[in-house]
């Protein structure tokens, strides 16, 4: 029972550089999402994605992109890291429109 | 802008309480409200209500929704100190192509033995 799996649980990056966090998801499940959860805030939504090869953005896409090639992985990409990006990033997906959505163990991203 | 607001931010108990935690929203074309329970990593769900579920019970946790108000409230029974954790209020909209939710601060819930 995988579900959604995030790589790397945590990273340390210096700021510029860019890296990407990898997520895959088992349940066949159309709906995929990147989340960011700062201290002491709920999540905020990044991106999204309802299909293969279908992307948009969420409430706070700028600096990140992603890709969606197939119905299991969703990429989050970080191209120049600022130390405003550090938070918690949280993959997850959903069936369906409507249905609950499942998460992620989550990425700790720390840019110094 | 679409909105949920929870409270309190964190609440301290004594094992045994019953806790009731709140959760308000403002949010275009309503669809369904979600709770969801984070320990240390990822949020696990809770409840969904929606306008033909209200209320939903599992175990010491149920949950209602006021649609007319807009709001629903979480209660714990008996609390146990594995119900330490944050707990988060989401509400979803209809029409967005995708299930984008819109998260509240959560209500950090400490249970002492």
């Known amino acids: 029972n995988a579900g959604v799996t995030q790589t790397p649980k945590f990273r340390i990056l210096k700021i510029g550089q860019s890296m990407t966090l990898q997520c895959a998801q088992d349940m066949n499940h159309n709906y995929m999402y990147w989340y960011r959860q700062d201290p002491g805030m709920g999540l905020k939504l990044i991106y999204y994605?309802?299909?293969?090869?279908?992307?948009d953005k969420g409430e706070v896409p700028n600096g990140y992109n992603v890709s969606r090639s197939t119905t299991e992985d969703f990429p989050l990409r970080l191209e120049l890291a600022a130390p405003s990006q550090t938070s918690v990033y949280f993959c997850?997906?959903?069936?369906?429109?409507?249905?609950?959505?499942?998460f992620g163990d989550g990425t700790r991203l720390s840019i110094l | 802008e679409d909105k949920v607001v929870q409270s309190p931010l964190s609440l301290v108990v004594h094992e045994g309480d019953t806790v009731t935690l709140n959760c308000s929203y403002e949010?275009?074309?309503?669809?369904?409200l979600l709770w969801y329970k984070q320990e240390k990593k990822a949020p696990t769900f809770l409840f969904m209500l929606t306008s033909s579920g209200i209320e939903k019970k599992s175990g010491r946790l149920s949950s209602i929704l006021d649609k007319k108000e807009l709001f629903s409230i979480l209660n714990i029974t008996a609390t146990q100190t594995g119900d330490s954790a944050i707990y988060l209020c989401?509400?979803?909209?209809?029409?967005?192509?995708?299930?984008?939710?819109?998260f509240g601060q959560g209500t950090r819930l400490t249970i002492n033995p």
């Open positions: 997850a997906s959903s069936y369906k429109e409507g249905g609950p959505q499942h």
């Open positions: 949010v275009t074309n309503f669809r369904s």
């Open positions: 994605s309802v299909g293969a090869g279908i992307t």
């Open positions: 989401a509400v979803e909209a209809i029409g967005q192509g995708a299930q984008k939710l819109v």
